[in-house]
């Protein structure tokens, strides 16, 4: 590792430290370029986000950013489990950019999964050096100081606490990987059965602020002197700012500044109310570039390429075997099946507020990467990255759609101008109209199997767009590079966890006129739709059981799928006589390879109200330890829910190039009263690590969904969202 640009000593002041304590520290990267902060976390990171205070808190830096998922709680007990505390007695900072060196950003179900190893290992180890001060202040062996809440017991029965160890003469005293034990005890492994914070359903210490409206999100944070700013959105994605004019709205009442800047696509005002500040925007008259070849549907570029035949594509994800071979096959199936763009549709609308002075650069907004908002914001200012400090502030859902937080951008340009702090919150229409979307995904699926319902053959081909390397924030010089890059996004769990004999599974990612990246599961849930929905086919057809063709067929290194599978089988009574119009589905998946996930989705088809209803849901998941059950439930139950919303209701519309859906009125997400019950069992096989909880049921939700209509129906679910009328007609 690179030395750490932020000294020590730097380091402890922006933390806020004043007089004593302790703090482990380690050495890391902090040098990125202008684009989401990917390195992944090493074991010695930890140092720089665990602290002792003088009074024997522990104070804990945490490293993802918090919207819901828990992730920042869990970790939390972690740092608990190691130091013998109390989750409550571990204060949860989420920190400033300029306090700690910078950190992945928060994404993919990594929070536990890649975390876990460096918040323990640094956690530990500040507790074996608090044990050496021990051995030294009484002169005994640190082999026989016994752990105990908040200290030790020593030699004569005596309790030591945390807080007698700090240093009294305001010495910092630093712990480094080389001092003592290089791997220490990690009791958040050791303990396995005898845990004492991790296993708990520690809750959300903010819960009680956010139901009375006391917990600060960004539209919430304010200064003296701040104005309300705000800028005009480009017709459609691509829109360049030619000029504008803005003599009317500059002698508008508590205008207090007109920003027309080009160069930053940006035509803004800055006023004393939001109510000025809205009006005198509408009184600008912009001049817009328009891009060429602006169709009504953006995903027609990924249409027109499935129209080819043949289709050239562009990546090879598996090549294994002759998928031409049909010797020996008994059964063959094949089937076409078609997603649509889908919004991150979070309830919080995102806000920044920035106050741009000559010394600094202070910031603060909601985001799932920090550090890349800081690095973004000081290039568009042309400022040091030093000088830009981001204060990141919790998010009312994110869903992979807060890596970018374009409202402080825009905030920190108007503040530039208008030499004040200024604060810039989105609306509804501006959060679907101007983020990212999940792309569309179109995919083509023959298979087949022999007499003994082994898989002979499996040809998977789909295209959809870029995700990591969609978002409008990559530079356009560097498209055409990544543009011959296969999307690892794109093609999340495309890969099945089933043999075949001979497979071939092959992708194109299309760049889109607007702007796509990740939404929750990336591709996994388009994915796992096409693959369950066929391996349901092949089972039906070969006269198997699904759950017994699934098992019988996956690969020997996803084992462990078959225990998820069977135990959501059992819980949702699978096998069971259902009423006519309904039916039972299941489907499967390995999210990142890692972790288990299985869906027992009921369905009832209501001919009268033409509509389809998912009463209830099963769900069993295999994430390995589980460091706090509550929240894993939380987000199984919030996946499948969400599942449910992408097999009926969410869809994008388009019209002229731009989206035409705007709001909850015309994208649906699931509502209470057509929300499922969703019963769930987590299994945790012994001496497993944790890996990913927060996206991995919504993978196989929709596929179970649809499968679950063709046993009640005999229809094939073959596109996202089904509606009633598509698949049964209108009359």
Request: with cysteine; net charge neutral; proline share 7%.
């Amino acid at each position: 590792m690179t030395s750490l640009d932020l000294t020590r000593r730097r380091f402890l002041i922006n933390t806020g430290w004043t007089a004593v304590g302790i703090t482990a520290l380690s050495a890391c990267s902090s040098i990125m370029p202008v684009l989401p902060t990917q390195n992944e976390p090493e074991l010695g990171d930890g140092y720089a986000w665990v602290q002792l205070l003088p009074g024997g808190q522990a104070r804990f830096f945490a490293p993802r950013m918090e919207m819901g998922q828990g992730a920042s709680i869990g970790l939390t007990q972690v740092v608990a489990e190691e130091m013998n505390l109390a989750a409550s007695s571990v204060a949860c900072i989420a920190p400033a950019t300029s306090q700690v060196p910078a950190f992945k950003m928060t994404a993919g179900s990594e929070g536990i999964d890649e975390f876990f190893g460096p918040v323990s290992h640094a956690a530990a180890n500040l507790r074996e050096h608090l044990r050496r001060l021990a051995a030294l202040k009484f002169n005994i062996n640190s082999a026989g100081i016994a752990d105990e809440t908040g200290g030790f017991r020593v030699k004569g029965g005596k309790f030591v606490s945390y807080g007698e160890l700090a240093p009294v003469d305001g010495k910092i005293i630093s712990v480094s990987e080389n001092e003592g034990e290089d791997q220490p005890r990690r009791y958040a492994l050791e303990r396995r059965g005898r845990h004492k914070s991790i296993g708990s359903t520690e809750p959300d210490p903010n819960l009680a602020h956010m139901v009375t409206g006391k917990a600060q999100f960004s539209r919430d944070a304010s200064l003296p002197g701040m104005a309300f700013g705000g800028s005009l959105m480009p017709p459609v994605s691509g829109a360049e700012l030619k000029n504008a004019d803005a003599a009317a709205a500059g002698s508008m009442p508590g205008v207090i500044k007109v920003v027309i800047e080009p160069s930053h696509n940006l035509a803004g005002i800055v006023a004393k109310t939001p109510h000025q500040m809205r009006a005198a925007l509408g009184a600008i008259k912009p001049e817009w570039h328009l891009p060429e070849n602006i169709t009504d549907n953006p995903g027609d570029r990924i249409r027109d390429f499935w129209r080819q035949i043949p289709r050239d594509f562009e990546h090879d994800l598996i090549s294994d075997g002759d998928v031409d071979d049909l010797s020996d096959t008994a059964i063959t199936v094949s089937g076409q099946f078609e997603t649509s763009f889908q919004s991150h549709a979070a309830m919080e609308p995102r806000a920044g507020l920035a106050w741009v002075r000559d010394e600094k650069v202070e910031v603060w907004c909601g985001t799932q990467a920090p550090f890349f908002i800081q690095r973004r914001i000081a290039q568009i200012l042309g400022r040091d990255e030093d000088d830009v400090i981001l204060h990141p502030m919790r998010m009312g859902g994110g869903f992979g759609g807060r890596v970018l937080c374009q409202p402080a951008e825009t905030a920190a340009l108007l503040s530039r101008a208008a030499k004040r702090p200024v604060k810039v919150q989105w609306t509804r229409e501006d959060e679907f109209r101007g983020n990212y979307f999940q792309p569309p995904y179109f995919h083509k699926i023959d298979a087949a199997v022999f007499e003994d319902g082994s898989i002979s053959r499996w040809r998977h081909d789909f295209a959809s767009a870029p995700i990591f390397f969609g978002i409008d924030a990559i530079p356009k010089i560097a498209r055409p590079i990544l543009d011959r890059l296969a999307d690892e996004g794109t093609a999340r769990g495309a890969t099945p966890p089933y043999r075949a004999a001979n497979k071939l599974v092959r992708y194109s990612d299309i760049r889109l006129p607007v702007s796509t990246g990740a939404w929750r599961g990336l591709g996994a849930a388009p994915n796992s739709f096409a693959i369950e929905s066929i391996m349901d086919q092949l089972a039906r057809n070969a006269g198997i059981d699904p759950i017994q063709f699934r098992i019988k067929n996956l690969e020997t290194q996803h084992i462990r799928l078959a225990q998820v599978m069977r135990k959501a089988g059992d819980m949702a009574g699978w096998g069971r006589r259902m009423p006519t119009g309904s039916g039972l589905g299941m489907a499967a998946a390995v999210y990142k390879e890692k972790t288990y996930v299985a869906v027992v989705a009921e369905v009832t088809i209501n001919h009268s109200g033409k509509t389809i209803e998912v009463p209830r849901v099963w769900c069993a998941q295999d994430c390995g330890l589980i460091v706090n059950p509550g929240f894993v439930e939380q987000q199984i139950i919030g996946n499948v829910v969400w599942g449910v919303g992408l097999a009926l209701t969410e869809e994008v519309l388009f019209s002229g190039g731009a989206a035409e859906t705007d709001n909850f009125d015309g994208y649906e997400i699931v509502r209470q009263e057509n929300a499922p019950y969703v019963k769930t069992a987590l299994i945790e096989p012994e001496g497993a690590p944790p890996v990913g909880a927060g996206e991995p049921a919504i993978a196989p939700t929709p596929a179970a969904i649809a499968n679950a209509i063709f046993a009640a129906s005999a229809k094939r679910v073959r596109k996202l969202p089904v509606r009633y009328d598509a698949l049964f007609g209108s009359t």
